[in-house]
């Protein structure tokens, strides 16, 4: 089946710093998806990128669908302690499966 | 501005028991999609469906049925519950077909089997 490798798997940083997570596939995807993960809630999508090479933004949030259409990245400026959580990408294919990526946990110290 | 609701949000089952996990979309979603999620693990799609009395397997199907008479409902079954389905599971829905939307997943149900 279809695999996501998302790094890294977690990330420790202080307020006010940038980040930097990623997703790499062993196939194909049509559309890359972002979602963030507060604890008890479920996954909230804050990116959807649905052509190679697209660069989209929400906020200090900036997503890029790779070229060879098998990775994406997501960058988040200037974090903040509400920034904290898992990060999930999921890609999907021609069969309108999502599949998502092990996650990266988030932590911003103040 | 009910979007996709899970019941029940916590339920304990013995080994062996069947239960129902409801899941209900308000947005007349045609795609919507059963995951579990374990620690640490990501999201793993166990069934999904692409409308009403369509459904497919995903990754991990097997413990599992669904059904999908309606395009609101999308229960998913347990028929003899076992310790390695203690999971939290999600439903999720979407409508992305040109100008559609993408995946909204309600708050999910944490299930342990004992």
């Known amino acids: 089946g279809q695999q996501l490798n998302q790094s890294p798997q977690s990330m420790f940083i202080q307020e006010g710093e940038d980040v930097s997570m990623n997703c790499t596939s062993s196939?194909?995807?049509?559309?890359w998806l972002w979602y963030k993960q507060d604890p008890g809630e479920g996954p909230v999508l804050l990116i959807a990128?649905?052509?190679?090479?697209e660069l989209t933004s929400n906020g200090r949030l900036t997503a890029q669908f790779g070229i060879t259409r098998k990775d994406s990245f997501l960058n988040i400026s200037a974090s903040i302690p509400s920034d904290v959580g898992i990060y999930f990408c999921?890609?999907?294919?021609?069969?309108?499966?999502?599949?998502f990526g092990k996650g990266t946990l988030l932590t911003v110290n103040p | 501005n009910a979007g996709v609701t899970q019941t029940p949000k916590f339920r304990i089952l013995k080994i062996g028991q069947s239960m129902t996990l409801q899941c209900a979309q308000d947005?007349?979603?045609?795609?919507m999609y059963w995951y579990r999620q374990d620690p640490g693990m990501g999201l793993k799609l166990i069934y999904y469906?692409?409308?009403?009395?369509?459904?497919d397997k995903g990754e991990v199907p097997n413990g599992y049925n669904v059904s999908r008479s309606t395009t609101e409902d999308f229960p998913l079954r347990l028929e003899l519950a076992a310790p390695s389905q203690t999971s939290v599971y999600f439903c999720?829905?979407?409508?992305?077909?040109?100008?559609?939307?993408?995946?909204?997943f309600g708050q999910g149900t944490r299930l342990t089997v004992v």
């Open positions: 999921a890609g999907r294919g021609s069969n309108y499966k999502l599949t």
């Open positions: 947005m007349n979603h045609n795609y």
């Open positions: 999720a829905s979407s409508n992305r077909a040109q100008g559609g939307t993408e995946a909204f």
């Open positions: 990128l649905y052509k190679a090479g």
């Open positions: 196939s194909i995807f049509n559309t």
């Open positions: 469906s692409v409308g009403a009395g369509i459904t």
